[in-house]
């Protein structure tokens, strides 16, 4: 089901200041996709997500639910969250510590009235499909942080919504769990073709699961794209910035050439994208992940885009090293294998793939 | 949400209604007086009239009949109080005028109003444990109780504030009991330099005699009945005072007839006799007395009727006399 | 959650129709000059009542009075608490019932019972030490301030311990657990994790003590009196009751400074804890805290916990059976046993009127704290959940008559029951007791509301469930240990109902309180004791019912329906 939002408002005071939360959001939620609403905390993103749901009530603007519309302030709709036929799972999982696994999860179905027999089906079915089949008379209070967080699922899945919503479930997690549960997510929500709307600060959880992101900052939305498009060719420099590690380099546009456009910066001229067509003459920002930044052999010292340096730090953090490489002022962050034969204080050389570099417009 | 409501108000307000159906022959009598239940008792056993029996303590008596009286819900038929309250009552015509055939051998001070008639005095006494006060050492007089082998080993209820009591402290001044004013406030101070305790009112101060907490007080000769078997006996002082009780027909009674067949009844002698053996209380009924050894031979005077202000400006100074460090 | 502002104008309508018309009244009655009726604008009554040459030590003692009942009450209540909540302490449910014990005596005959123990001249207690001792001099004087407090305080704990036992027992363990990780032990755990976080329960029990106590009679009475030491309600008496014509309008006018102390106290409370969120411990974790083993400590901790509860409460309550087999006041000796026998008993359950009252007395137990309670969920739920100026005026709203000097309340609730037609009913009765007592219901509930997350009730709303479907199967399960102490502090303080009783109750609406009161004030201790311990005895079984009740709802959700 497809979600369509108009110019929502949501202010609040706080301590005689007013906080603007949601600043004339407009947004559609493509049906049965992933969708990732991402941001700094504060940013608005579960403001939102709770104005969707209806647990908060926006200052102005129209939310659709389908073809349903569940808020206007001008034509003063306001249907309650029961009403709204959604799931959701919350931040703290919200299990109700007083039932058992069962109760907790036939409770949607319960409010409805379903006769018991099609209860007991559905829930068996939903706890199946979580893997938590024989959990049913557990006390809630029994289970562990990954089980209350599948419960939290099934209990949001079991009356078959339309759509689910995700309040930063995996952020109580361990480390570890989390990304596990971040994948049998991926794969149970991937199964159910459902449009799922998914609240996180985490950039990795937003690459890794949706299938779209919205960036949002002060209740805006800034950029939506997959996550792809999002990281490696951002519009905007905040939100390249915040996808991922970037290192930016100042410069100006020397020359366009097709898709690429020669870039002469602070630490010298380089070849990179410019999907945003930034005219010759203009200054803007180079951004480059550490990913991409490679060490080069010693004797293509001369090619393009490569540079050589000085290898200020070195921390070795298992899987990689994380190095700093200084280029005159400029300091880029890079990861580098951790074969690789370096030691701080080192002269290297490193090199840019055009591909994997972007302009962006300051 | 408006069911809810409405279902709580209908819970508030179903035993309401049960409670307000009433049956028709009443007669309600609001009292101070209290322990009167074997007077009622009788009168309900000789009449087709169901009489009720109201308490209401001395210190909201007058709030109590005013508000019902204003609000013109006053139910009472006859009411009965201290003296200066009934004053009061029958200024803001409350009271409707009645000379009960009943009161025919009573004294003339005691009938000579046209409305309130006193059958009753609330006398007061120095009250002893006989358990632990020497024969020899039970007061006689009145200045016996400034004797300091009394101190800390008395209890009176508060003199700066307690009415009735500041009453009776002015009443043994004008009844010159020690000839003159300076002999009288030189009592006063003697008695304050005995410490006694101060309670709340007479209500208290049997007790703390009868447990020998302490062993004399400011009390009354009632208390010898009312908590037989307890050690307790008067001091045979010569002059016994005591607030008036007054009883009258209230100006609205609902149930005139019926208040005036309770009226006579209570100042019969047969109603006066159980009051003063079953109570203890002091009765103005000829030839009435409680039966308490000694009482019928003393002089029990009644109170002049103190105003309020009267009564606030002397708890004042009885304040500075009995309070002084 | 509701529609918000709806319900608490609601609510605000109900709460200030219940507890301002009295309150006005009385205000009305401050500034006229007859005593009675409305009549004539006047100052008078303030200026008498507050340029009374006494007044300000009158202030003093009473802030010493009230303050110190809060401290003993309250620390009482923490300690007792958590050894029964959070410890294996032996035979606990004994502890748990003695806690709530004063709650049920009228507090005449606690205060009494305490006169008799520790009375300078030969209280029982004070004798006792002293042919144990060899003393000369009693040891104790219970006709002091200390002797008031210790009393007043006592009389108090079930109102702090109902209020922080229930908060105690939902803590969050993983708050402590995680305390003790790192390394602190159990002391420092409970002084720096435990304490600050019940920190919510433990101001509104402080906060609710000082505004009973303030407005308390019967010990400032029984043994404030004797001592010569006033506080503010037997300030307003003396000025009642020094003339015959008492004057109520300026005995309120002194007992606006009570009120205006209370809800300044109030707003205090709110500040205080206005970062609600900072206290929700209830989540999905951890709802049944985990025991603390006492090991070694568990029977020195069992002994000094019996003493004390032996000391502090079953003593006096053994005090008040003692005086009711007895003709009159004795101290024990041979003769006072000699002398004993059922006779007050027998009178008393004789006694028609008694009986009356007691079923009088019953019913207004029961139906007004079920009542009460039910109103308190949703104040409660308005007050912490939605926290604006409308539901700081709710809170307040709900402690008017409550903070009002009790004699003077009652006063206040006759001036405007006499002008509608339930006057001298028992609904009269029934709406005045929970206008009053509003705030015993609130209180636990409000403190156990606190510490629900409002995810657990979003997400029963997001799952399909209406409101009051949300109210019934989550919300209330949730608050049951809340409710349950909402509804025994209710339910045992309308069984000992006496302030507006006294004014309001009249022949065929007798109850207990007020008959104990007649018995009192003809000095009759034996069957006024009698009838206390009758009174003590249902409601025990009241608090024992709800409290089977409250734990049979709470299991009854857990194991399957």
Same mark, same amino acid.
Request: neutral net charge.
């Given at each position: 089901?497809?979600?369509?939002?108009?110019?929502?408002?949501?202010? =609040?005071?706080?301590?005689?200041?007013?906080?603007?939360?949601?600043?004339?959001? %407009?947004?559609?939620?493509?049906?049965?996709?992933?969708?990732?609403?991402?941001?700094?905390?504060?940013?608005?993103?579960?403001?939102?997500?709770?104005?969707?749901?209806?647990?908060?009530?926006?200052?102005?603007?129209?939310?659709?639910?389908? %073809?349903?519309?569940?808020?206007?302030?001008?034509?003063?709709?306001?249907?309650?969250?029961?009403?709204?036929?959604?799931?959701?799972?919350?931040?703290?999982?919200?299990?109700?510590?007083?039932?058992?696994?069962?109760?907790?999860?036939? =409770?949607?179905?319960?409010?409805?009235?379903?006769?018991?027999?099609?209860?007991?089906?559905?829930?068996?079915?939903?706890?199946?499909?979580?893997?938590?089949?024989?959990?049913?008379?557990?006390?809630?209070?029994?289970?562990?942080?990954?089980?209350?967080?599948? !419960?939290?699922?099934?209990?949001?899945?079991?009356?078959?919504?339309?759509?689910?919503?995700?309040?930063?479930?995996?952020?109580?997690?361990?480390?570890?769990?989390?990304?596990?549960?971040?994948?049998?997510?991926?794969?149970?929500?991937?199964?159910?073709?459902?449009?799922?709307? =998914?609240?996180?600060?985490?950039?990795?959880?937003?690459?890794?699961?949706?299938?779209?992101?919205?960036?949002?900052?002060?209740?805006?939305?800034?950029?939506?794209?997959?996550?792809?498009?999002?990281?490696?060719?951002?519009?905007?420099?905040? !939100?390249?910035?915040?996808?991922?590690?970037?290192?930016?380099?100042?410069?100006?546009?020397?020359?366009?050439?097709?898709?690429?456009?020669?870039?002469?910066?602070?630490?010298?001229?380089? !070849?990179?994208?410019?999907?945003?067509?930034?005219?010759?003459?203009?200054?803007?920002?180079?951004? !480059?992940?550490?990913?991409?930044?490679?060490?080069?052999?010693?004797?293509?010292?001369?090619?393009?885009?490569?540079?050589?340096?000085?290898?200020?730090?070195?921390?070795?953090?298992?899987?990689? =090293?994380?190095?700093?490489?200084?280029?005159?002022?400029?300091?880029?962050?890079?990861?580098?294998?951790?074969?690789?034969?370096?030691?701080?204080?080192?002269?290297?050389?490193?090199?840019?793939?055009?591909?994997?570099?972007?302009?962006?417009?300051? | 949400?408006?069911?809810?409501?409405?279902?709580?108000?209908?819970?508030?307000?179903?035993?309401?209604?049960?409670?307000?159906?009433?049956?028709?022959?009443?007669?309600?009598?609001? #009292?101070?007086?209290?322990?009167?239940?074997?007077?009622?008792?009788?009168?309900?056993?000789?009449?087709?009239?169901?009489?009720?029996?109201?308490?209401?303590?001395?210190?909201?008596?007058?709030?109590?009949?005013?508000?019902?009286?204003?609000?013109?819900?006053?139910?009472?038929?006859?009411?009965?109080?201290?003296?200066?309250?009934?004053?009061?009552?029958?200024?803001?015509?409350?009271?409707?005028?009645?000379?009960?055939?009943?009161? #025919?051998?009573?004294?003339?001070?005691?009938?000579?109003?046209?409305?309130?008639?006193?059958?009753?005095?609330?006398?007061?006494?120095?009250?002893?444990?006989?358990?632990?006060?020497?024969?020899?050492?039970?007061?006689?007089?009145?200045?016996?109780?400034?004797? /300091?082998?009394?101190?800390?080993?008395?209890?009176?209820?508060?003199?700066?504030?307690?009415?009735?009591?500041?009453?009776?402290?002015?009443?043994?001044?004008?009844?010159?009991?020690?000839?003159?004013?300076?002999?009288?406030?030189?009592?006063?101070?003697?008695?304050?330099?005995?410490?006694?305790?101060?309670?709340?009112?007479?209500?208290?101060?049997?007790?703390?005699?009868?447990?020998?907490?302490?062993?004399?007080?400011?009390?009354?000769?009632?208390?010898?009945?009312?908590?037989?078997?307890?050690?307790?006996?008067? #001091?045979?002082?010569?002059?016994?005072?005591?607030?008036?009780?007054?009883? #009258?027909?209230?100006?609205?009674? /609902?149930?005139?007839?019926?208040?005036?067949?309770?009226?006579?009844?209570?100042?019969?002698?047969?109603?006066?006799?159980?009051?003063?053996?079953?109570?203890?209380?002091?009765?103005?009924?000829?030839?009435?007395?409680? /039966?308490?050894?000694?009482?019928?031979?003393?002089?029990?005077?009644?109170?002049?009727?103190?105003?309020?202000?009267?009564?606030?400006?002397?708890?004042?100074?009885?304040?500075?006399?009995?309070?002084?460090? | 959650?509701?529609?918000?502002?709806?319900?608490?104008?609601?609510?605000?309508?109900?709460?200030?129709?219940?507890?301002?018309?009295?309150?006005?009244?009385?205000?009305?009655?401050?500034?006229?000059?007859?005593? &009675?009726?409305?009549?004539?604008?006047?100052?008078?009554?303030?200026?008498?009542?507050?340029?009374?040459?006494?007044?300000? *030590?009158?202030?003093?003692?009473?802030?010493?009075?009230?303050?110190?009942?809060?401290?003993?009450?309250?620390?009482?209540? $923490?300690?007792?608490?958590?050894?029964?909540?959070?410890?294996?302490?032996?035979?606990?449910?004994?502890?748990?019932?003695?806690?709530?014990?004063?709650?049920?005596?009228?507090?005449?005959?606690?205060?009494?019972?305490?006169?008799?123990?520790?009375?300078?001249?030969?209280?029982?207690?004070?004798?006792?030490?002293?042919?144990?001792?060899?003393?000369?001099?009693?040891?104790?004087? @219970?006709?002091?301030?200390?002797?008031?407090?210790?009393?007043?305080? $006592?009389?108090?704990?079930?109102?702090?311990?109902?209020?922080? *036992?229930?908060?105690?027992?939902?803590?969050?363990?993983?708050?402590?657990?995680?305390?003790?990780?790192?390394?602190?032990?159990?002391?420092?755990?409970?002084?720096?994790?435990?304490?600050?976080?019940?920190?919510?329960?433990? $101001?509104?029990?402080?906060?609710?003590?000082?505004?009973?106590?303030?407005?308390?009679?019967?010990?400032?009475?029984?043994?404030?009196?004797? +001592?010569?030491?006033?506080?503010?309600?037997?300030?307003?008496?003396?000025?009642?009751?020094?003339?015959?014509?008492?004057?109520?309008?300026?005995?309120?006018?002194?007992?606006?400074?009570?009120?205006?102390?209370?809800?300044?106290?109030?707003?205090?409370?709110?500040?205080?804890?206005?970062?609600?969120?900072?206290?929700?411990?209830?989540?999905?974790?951890?709802?049944?805290?985990?025991?603390?083993?006492?090991?070694?400590?568990?029977?020195?901790?069992?002994?000094?916990?019996? @003493?004390?509860?032996?000391?502090?409460?079953?003593?006096?309550?053994? &005090?008040?059976?003692?005086?009711?087999?007895?003709?009159?006041?004795?101290?024990?000796?041979?003769?006072?046993?000699?002398?004993?026998?059922?006779?007050?008993?027998?009178?008393?359950?004789?006694?028609?009127?008694?009986?009356?009252?007691?079923?009088?007395?019953?019913?207004?137990?029961?139906?007004?704290?079920?009542?009460?309670?039910?109103?308190?969920?949703?104040?409660?739920?308005?007050?912490?959940?939605?926290?604006?100026?409308?539901?700081?005026?709710?809170?307040?709203?709900?402690?008017?008559?409550?903070?009002?000097? +009790?004699?003077?309340?009652?006063?206040?609730?006759?001036?405007?029951?006499?002008?509608?037609?339930?006057? +001298?009913?028992?609904?009269?009765?029934?709406?005045?007791?929970? *206008?009053?007592?509003?705030?015993?219901?609130?209180?636990?509930?409000?403190?156990?509301?606190?510490?629900?997350?409002?995810?657990?009730?979003?997400?029963?709303?997001?799952?399909?469930?209406?409101?009051?479907?949300?109210?019934?199967?989550?919300?209330?399960?949730?608050?049951?240990?809340?409710?349950?102490?909402?509804?025994?502090?209710?339910?045992?303080?309308?069984?000992?109902?006496?302030?507006?009783? &006294?004014?309001?109750?009249?022949?065929?609406?007798?109850?207990?309180?007020?008959?104990?009161?007649?018995? *009192?004030?003809?000095?009759?201790? +034996?069957?006024?004791?009698?009838?206390?311990?009758?009174?003590?005895?249902?409601?025990?079984?009241? &608090?024992?019912?709800?409290?089977?009740?409250?734990?049979?709802?709470?299991?009854?959700?857990?194991?399957?329906?």
């Amino acid at each position: 089901m497809e979600i369509r939002i108009k110019g929502l408002t949501r202010h =609040y005071y706080s301590e005689g200041k007013q906080i603007k939360a949601l600043d004339g959001v %407009d947004l559609t939620i493509p049906a049965n996709k992933i969708f990732t609403l991402l941001g700094p905390s504060g940013c608005g993103k579960t403001t939102l997500l709770r104005c969707i749901v209806g647990l908060e009530t926006p200052d102005a603007g129209e939310i659709y639910i389908g %073809d349903d519309l569940v808020w206007s302030s001008e034509k003063g709709i306001f249907v309650p969250p029961e009403n709204r036929g959604l799931g959701m799972v919350f931040q703290t999982y919200a299990i109700w510590p007083h039932m058992n696994v069962f109760d907790n999860v036939a =409770y949607p179905l319960q409010t409805s009235k379903t006769p018991k027999d099609k209860i007991r089906q559905q829930v068996a079915k939903a706890l199946k499909f979580v893997q938590l089949d024989g959990f049913e008379n557990r006390p809630a209070t029994k289970l562990s942080g990954g089980q209350q967080q599948r !419960v939290a699922l099934a209990r949001a899945l079991v009356a078959e919504p339309k759509v689910i919503l995700f309040d930063e479930p995996l952020s109580n997690l361990d480390a570890k769990l989390r990304e596990e549960t971040r994948k049998e997510l991926r794969s149970f929500l991937t199964e159910l073709k459902i449009t799922a709307i =998914y609240v996180t600060h985490d950039r990795i959880e937003a690459l890794a699961l949706s299938d779209l992101i919205a960036v949002m900052r002060s209740g805006k939305i800034i950029e939506i794209g997959d996550p792809k498009k999002i990281y490696f060719n951002s519009d905007d420099k905040f !939100v390249a910035d915040f996808i991922g590690r970037a290192n930016l380099i100042k410069g100006k546009v020397e020359k366009l050439d097709g898709e690429h456009a020669i870039f002469a910066s602070e630490i010298g001229s380089i !070849v990179a994208l410019n999907s945003q067509k930034i005219p010759v003459g203009q200054n803007a920002m180079l951004c !480059v992940r550490p990913e991409f930044i490679r060490l080069a052999p010693e004797q293509a010292a001369e090619g393009q885009n490569i540079f050589s340096g000085k290898m200020e730090s070195l921390i070795f953090i298992g899987e990689a =090293y994380e190095g700093e490489i200084r280029i005159g002022e400029t300091l880029l962050t890079t990861t580098i294998e951790p074969t690789e034969n370096i030691v701080e204080g080192d002269t290297i050389f490193i090199s840019f793939d055009p591909d994997h570099c972007f302009l962006l417009s300051t | 949400m408006k069911k809810m409501f409405v279902l709580l108000l209908g819970f508030v307000l179903l035993p309401g209604l049960f409670t307000t159906v009433q049956a028709a022959e009443k007669m309600n009598f609001y #009292a101070n007086i209290t322990a009167i239940q074997p007077i009622m008792d009788e009168f309900n056993a000789g009449q087709d009239i169901d009489g009720i029996y109201t308490r209401i303590s001395t210190s909201k008596y007058l709030a109590t009949v005013l508000t019902e009286f204003s609000a013109g819900k006053l139910q009472a038929d006859v009411l009965q109080s201290p003296l200066p309250i009934m004053q009061m009552l029958k200024e803001k015509g409350v009271l409707a005028p009645y000379k009960s055939p009943a009161a #025919a051998g009573y004294p003339a001070w005691a009938q000579q109003d046209d409305t309130i008639i006193q059958f009753g005095i609330e006398y007061v006494a120095p009250i002893y444990n006989k358990d632990l006060v020497k024969p020899e050492d039970v007061p006689t007089r009145y200045e016996d109780l400034t004797d /300091p082998k009394w101190y800390n080993k008395m209890v009176m209820p508060d003199p700066s504030s307690h009415a009735t009591t500041i009453s009776w402290l002015v009443g043994l001044k004008e009844a010159k009991i020690f000839g003159n004013d300076t002999s009288w406030r030189k009592f006063l101070k003697g008695l304050a330099a005995n410490k006694p305790m101060f309670v709340k009112s007479f209500g208290p101060t049997p007790a703390p005699i009868e447990s020998g907490e302490k062993v004399l007080g400011i009390s009354m000769p009632k208390y010898i009945i009312s908590k037989a078997p307890a050690p307790l006996d008067w #001091a045979r002082v010569d002059t016994l005072l005591g607030t008036p009780r007054g009883i #009258a027909i209230s100006a609205n009674a /609902p149930n005139p007839k019926a208040a005036k067949v309770f009226v006579d009844y209570w100042l019969s002698q047969n109603a006066m006799q159980l009051l003063a053996t079953k109570v203890g209380e002091y009765v103005l009924a000829p030839g009435v007395f409680p /039966p308490i050894d000694g009482i019928s031979q003393v002089k029990v005077l009644p109170i002049r009727s103190l105003s309020d202000d009267e009564i606030r400006s002397w708890g004042k100074e009885f304040r500075k006399i009995f309070y002084a460090k | 959650m509701f529609k918000k502002p709806t319900l608490t104008t609601t609510l605000i309508v109900i709460v200030g129709f219940l507890t301002l018309c009295p309150v006005i009244m009385l205000l009305l009655g401050s500034f006229s000059q007859d005593f &009675v009726s409305f009549g004539q604008f006047t100052t008078v009554k303030y200026v008498e009542a507050y340029t009374d040459p006494d007044f300000a *030590a009158i202030l003093w003692n009473t802030v010493i009075f009230t303050v110190g009942s809060a401290l003993v009450a309250t620390l009482l209540a $923490l300690f007792l608490a958590y050894v029964n909540t959070r410890t294996d302490l032996p035979f606990k449910f004994i502890f748990k019932v003695i806690a709530i014990v004063p709650m049920m005596i009228p507090h005449i005959l606690f205060s009494v019972s305490w006169v008799l123990l520790l009375n300078p001249s030969n209280g029982t207690l004070n004798r006792l030490l002293m042919d144990l001792f060899g003393l000369k001099d009693a040891l104790f004087d @219970i006709y002091t301030l200390p002797g008031m407090i210790l009393v007043e305080g $006592l009389l108090d704990l079930p109102i702090a311990y109902l209020i922080i *036992a229930p908060a105690m027992s939902a803590f969050d363990v993983s708050l402590e657990e995680s305390s003790k990780v790192c390394g602190a032990s159990n002391l420092r755990t409970l002084m720096r994790v435990t304490l600050p976080v019940l920190r919510p329960a433990i $101001l509104a029990s402080a906060i609710l003590v000082i505004v009973r106590s303030l407005a308390s009679f019967a010990v400032p009475s029984v043994i404030g009196m004797p +001592g010569r030491i006033y506080v503010l309600s037997t300030h307003i008496y003396r000025n009642i009751a020094s003339g015959f014509a008492a004057d109520f309008g300026k005995a309120a006018a002194i007992g606006m400074s009570a009120l205006a102390a209370s809800i300044t106290l109030i707003y205090i409370y709110r500040y205080l804890t206005s970062e609600s969120g900072k206290f929700v411990t209830i989540s999905s974790r951890g709802f049944k805290p985990t025991l603390i083993k006492l090991k070694n400590a568990k029977y020195p901790l069992f002994v000094i916990v019996g @003493i004390l509860s032996f000391v502090l409460i079953v003593l006096p309550v053994m &005090v008040l059976f003692y005086t009711s087999m007895l003709p009159y006041s004795m101290v024990p000796s041979a003769k006072a046993f000699s002398m004993m026998s059922w006779n007050n008993w027998v009178e008393v359950l004789k006694d028609p009127i008694s009986l009356l009252s007691l079923k009088n007395s019953l019913f207004l137990g029961v139906v007004g704290a079920t009542i009460g309670t039910t109103l308190s969920i949703f104040v409660s739920y308005v007050i912490v959940k939605i926290r604006s100026t409308a539901s700081g005026i709710l809170e307040s709203l709900s402690f008017l008559s409550f903070s009002f000097p +009790g004699i003077v309340i009652g006063v206040g609730f006759m001036w405007f029951f006499v002008r509608t037609p339930i006057y +001298g009913t028992l609904t009269a009765l029934l709406i005045g007791y929970i *206008a009053t007592y509003l705030p015993y219901g609130i209180r636990p509930i409000s403190s156990a509301f606190v510490q629900i997350h409002s995810h657990l009730e979003e997400s029963s709303r997001v799952c399909g469930a209406g409101p009051f479907y949300t109210m019934r199967r989550i919300v209330i399960p949730l608050l049951i240990p809340g409710i349950v102490s909402g509804w025994i502090l209710m339910a045992s303080m309308f069984l000992r109902e006496l302030t507006l009783s &006294v004014v309001l109750s009249r022949p065929g609406t007798e109850v207990l309180a007020v008959q104990i009161l007649h018995f *009192a004030e003809d000095g009759l201790w +034996g069957k006024l004791s009698a009838l206390g311990i009758i009174m003590i005895f249902i409601s025990s079984l009241l &608090v024992i019912l709800a409290a089977v009740l409250g734990n049979k709802l709470t299991k009854m959700e857990v194991v399957n329906k």
